[in-house]
């Protein structure tokens, strides 16, 4: 089985500031791994996904995550929030064990100030 | 995700009342499921179909039912709602053409029981 756990329910970046939101993993087999936004009233939105290969992920709206099996992360990261980077953001994963059962980290609610 | 379609959109509901939610897609996909998303615990599965004739309980499907009316159409049931089944339900689609095969979410049904 495997979990997902997102550090920080909220986080509040400036205008212009790098945005990180910080995900571990747990996995007893190779994971996949997933970004996804929750814009409001809306469903989820894959932002960008982790297969095995290049660690360094890049997504839509420049959003881009690092994996680390090292570290058992896959943070999320952007140099530079817009207003539209307001949304809540979900961290997810499966395995070859769990083939198309998506878990869910608790969600990091992001606020951007002007 | 227009592709997937979710009704209704809001529902409120008394207690012991049976409710149905509807999911249609048009994006052809054979795999579906059932999420709700309850703040501070991220989306759990009820319910996920591979096909007409599979369908397979998900982490928390005591008092839910499902139905697979076609390869376009999952329905979700409450039999008998309780209050603690509000919550925002998100019906998704998956190609489940490889282990990393992303999510498609439609809108989403906020479910209030009274």
């Known amino acids: 089985a495997q979990s997902v756990t997102q550090l920080g329910s909220h986080v509040s970046v400036s205008e212009g500031a790098l945005v990180l939101l910080r995900c571990n993993y747990s996995?007893?087999?190779?994971?996949?791994l997933f970004w996804y936004v929750q814009y409001p009233n809306q469903g989820l939105q894959l932002l960008l996904k982790?297969?095995?290969?290049?660690?360094l992920v890049k997504g839509i709206n420049g959003f881009e995550a690092e994996f680390k099996k090292s570290e058992t992360s896959f943070h999320l990261t952007k140099p530079s929030a817009h207003m539209s980077d307001a949304a809540e953001y979900f961290c997810?994963?499966?395995?070859?064990?769990?083939?198309?059962?998506?878990?869910f980290g608790a969600g990091t609610q992001v606020v951007v100030t002007p | 995700d227009a592709d997937v379609t979710q009704t209704p959109r809001n529902r409120i509901t008394k207690t012991g009342k049976r409710i149905m939610l509807e999911c249609s897609q048009t994006?052809?996909?054979?795999?579906m499921y059932w999420y709700r998303q309850d703040p501070g615990l991220g989306l759990r599965l009820i319910y996920y179909?591979?096909?007409?004739?599979?369908?397979n309980k998900g982490e928390i499907s005591d008092g839910y039912s499902v139905s697979r009316q076609a390869q376009a159409k999952f329905s979700l049931s409450l039999e008998s709602a309780i209050p603690n089944q509000t919550a925002l339900y998100f019906c998704?689609?998956?190609?489940?053409?490889?282990?990393?095969?992303?999510?498609?979410f439609g809108n989403g049904t906020r479910l209030t029981v009274t």
């Open positions: 996995s007893s087999v190779p994971p996949y």
């Open positions: 982790y297969t095995t290969g290049a660690t």
């Open positions: 179909s591979f096909d007409v004739k599979d369908i």
């Open positions: 998704a689609t998956s190609d489940g053409s490889s282990y990393n095969s992303p999510l498609h």
């Open positions: 997810a994963v499966t395995a070859t064990d769990s083939w198309g059962k998506l878990q």
């Open positions: 994006k052809g996909h054979d795999r």
